[in-house]
T-cell receptor, first 113, second 112 residues
């Protein structure tokens, strides 16, 4: 089945450690996105990529980094510079741009203790 | 910049009653509008979308939404709510090659 796979579903890390969240898609989509979700805040865009080896900052990129070496993969690293990293992280993809339908993964809940 | 407002944080509806979730957007040109649904701890699923044409769009699970340009609104409706509809609903807008901008969501509670 085609879709987006995020792993792991739950992730625990100690404060000060970097952590990488995985996102893989087999939909042959060009565009991929990372959102952060906090209660009552909706979804806020962290980074997006519209083509391999290129990506742009979203609204809340500080403390995060990404790479897009393959079309299928768009991993997100939460660095120790992110002041409040505990959140639910959602990865999405779309054919070209967000004006086409975006498909979402099941999310990763990151808890930093 | 585009923005989306969902004025209701929570809504409680009795099972079998009708539902309307409000969404207002801010954007100069014709936007692309979406409604997504999210069950707890899950990703988002697209309910319906509006790009152009007929302003009343039908979606999955019996939902529909009406685009009203004069009111900058894209309200989601369902004639009869089922307990399984309890979830959080997000309205979103995009334009041209921009990314999606989401509202803060409306949590739907269904009472027996």
């Amino acid at each position: 089945d085609g879709g987006i796979t995020q792993s792991p579903k739950y992730l625990f890390r100690k404060e000060g450690q970097n952590v990488t969240l995985s996102c893989e898609q087999n939909l042959n989509h060009d565009a991929m996105y990372w959102y952060r979700q906090d209660p009552g805040q909706g979804l806020r865009l962290i980074y997006y990529s519209q083509i391999v080896n290129d990506f742009q900052k979203g609204d809340i990129a500080e403390g995060y980094s990404v790479s897009r070496e393959k079309k299928e993969s768009f991993p997100l690293t939460v660095t120790s510079a992110q002041k409040n990293p505990t959140a639910f992280y959602l990865c999405a993809s779309s054919i070209v741009a967000a004006t086409t339908e975006a498909f979402f993964g099941q999310g990763t809940r990151l808890t930093v203790v | 910049a585009q923005s989306v407002t969902q004025p209701d944080i929570h809504i409680t509806v009795s099972e079998g009653a009708s539902l309307e979730l409000r969404c207002n957007y801010s954007y100069g040109a014709t936007p692309y509008l979406f409604w997504y649904v999210q069950s707890p701890g899950q990703g988002l699923q697209l309910l319906l979308k509006y790009f152009s044409g007929d302003t009343l769009v039908q979606g999955i699970k019996g939902f529909e939404a009406e685009f009203k340009r004069s009111q900058s609104s894209f309200n989601l409706r369902k004639p009869s709510v089922h307990w399984s509809d309890a979830a959080e609903y997000f309205c979103a807008v995009a334009s041209g090659y921009s990314t999606l901008t989401f509202g803060k969501g409306t949590m739907l509670l269904v009472s027996p």
